[in-house]
């Protein structure tokens, strides 16, 4: 396997988790360049689920070294618990395990002023996890932020943190939030420190010697393409660089070093949070949650639901440059009759073919649907393409077809062995 970066691209929640489990039996390494706790990968291993939220998926595999790179937002607190989650499931973690010294950290303030700002924007909100990840980002570009690097040195962290809280307590205050106390946190973050000290480590210097002896590498993205911070369907998106070059400013790892870019794409689209869903559909919806399926891993909200988005998908390719694509879920669709596929936007009278940037806009865009046969019968058992029913290799490859890049998996099913490769 070569160096891949691999992509949602939809808007997040494409089944990333599962893709990467199955691509990280050929890596060395696995890396995570951005997001946060925000994101929640779900795997099935050996018929059990897990859910990661920073830990990148390789985890579950022995002898994998897993990267959480310096473009990442670092919640300590909630690092360890994911680490003692995993051990007591009997995942082994120590030198499979690296944490960048220049990661930001998420603090207790940014949780809260996620949660205000929320509160106060009303029916304008983001929908964000209230996991702080808008206001570490945005204290990384104010220059203002605290590192892993800090936390690693108790007493100055200790200083920086204090006036941080002093800080941020004259803000909550103000928004009529409760204070934050500099004692508890101080200790709680020091303590968490203490255990995430021993996979600290300058992360860029590894990943660039690991390529010097041709290790390779697989960079996990989290969230999806159309919740990147320039990208996205801005202000409702992330704050991070979901796509694809978010994965080399993340990480330190050059472009050039690059090899390939694997989009992952659901057969139909879904959205946590608010913005616009062009596709939206409630019947659809309400067929796919009747099945269990679409709740969020991190939240547990009712994802949105819609028809797939090939205006979407087709944009995501040439933003990620995506060479290669995974569709999976395509057993959501396995009794819908007939399946409707988004080809055109159309806004005030014009034909779109590209998502226009403004929110308002692309809320008022209507899709131009096709309109295919379902195959009515269940795909589950698959194990090559030629097993599945004419009618789903026909919309597999109709749908890659429409998104402008080779497929080369399908996903039919939750566990490993229901991944057909082309
Ligand atoms: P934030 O990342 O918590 O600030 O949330 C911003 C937007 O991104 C909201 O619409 C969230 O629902 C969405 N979002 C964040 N992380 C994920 C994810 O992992 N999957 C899907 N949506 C996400």
Request: hydrophobic residues 35%; positive net charge; charged residues 25%.
């Amino acid at each position: 396997m070569a160096n891949t970066i691999l992509i949602g691209a939809q808007w997040g929640d494409e089944g990333k988790g599962k893709i990467i489990d199955v691509l990280t039996g050929n890596a060395d390494i696995v890396v995570r360049s951005q997001g946060g706790n925000n994101a929640g990968h779900t795997v099935i291993h050996r018929d059990r689920k897990y859910i990661l939220h920073l830990i990148p998926s390789g985890i579950l595999r022995r002898g994998k070294v897993c990267v959480i790179g310096n473009g990442v937002v670092v919640d300590p607190v909630a690092l360890v618990v994911e680490i003692e989650g995993l051990r007591k499931l009997g995942i082994a973690i120590g030198r499979n395990l690296m944490l960048s010294d220049c990661a930001h950290l998420v603090l207790p303030y940014h949780r809260a002023l996620d949660e205000q700002r929320e509160l106060r924007k009303g029916h304008a909100r983001i929908g964000t996890t209230k996991r702080g990840i808008g206001p570490a980002y945005g204290d990384k570009a104010a220059r203002t932020g605290l590192r892993v690097s800090d936390l690693m040195q108790p007493t100055l962290f200790s200083k920086k943190l204090q006036a941080k809280i002093r800080e941020n307590n004259s803000i909550l205050q103000a928004l009529g939030a409760r204070p934050i106390n500099y004692r508890e946190v101080n200790e709680q973050y020091l303590a968490a420190g203490r255990k995430l000290a021993p996979f600290v480590a300058n992360t860029v210097v590894y990943l660039h010697r690991a390529l010097q002896q041709g290790k390779e590498v697989l960079f996990e993205g989290a969230q999806g393409t159309f919740l990147d911070i320039d990208h996205g369907t801005y202000p409702y998106v992330t704050s991070s660089n979901t796509t694809a070059g978010g994965a080399c400013t993340g990480s330190g790892v050059p472009p050039h070093r690059m090899d390939r870019v694997l989009g992952v794409m659901k057969a139909y689209t879904t959205r946590v949070g608010e913005g616009a869903l062009p596709t939206e559909d409630e019947g659809l919806a309400d067929t796919l949650h009747k099945m269990g399926r679409e709740f969020g891993a991190t939240t547990g909200r009712a994802r949105r639901c819609g028809w797939f988005d090939a205006v979407a998908t087709r944009y995501a390719t040439m933003i990620n440059g995506i060479d290669e694509l995974a569709i999976t879920n395509l057993d959501g669709l396995d009794h819908v009759d007939p399946i409707r596929i988004c080809i055109g936007y159309r806004l005030n009278g014009k034909r779109l073919k590209v998502p226009p940037c403004d929110a308002a806009q692309l809320a008022n865009c209507e899709p131009i649907y096709e309109e295919l046969p379902g195959w009515k019968e269940s795909t589950h058992t698959a194990k090559k393409p030629s097993q599945l029913p004419s009618k789903a290799r026909k919309y597999a490859k109709y749908i890659s077809e429409l998104t402008g890049a080779k497929l080369s998996m399908i996903s039919v099913g939750p566990s490993r062995g229901q991944t057909l490769f082309l």
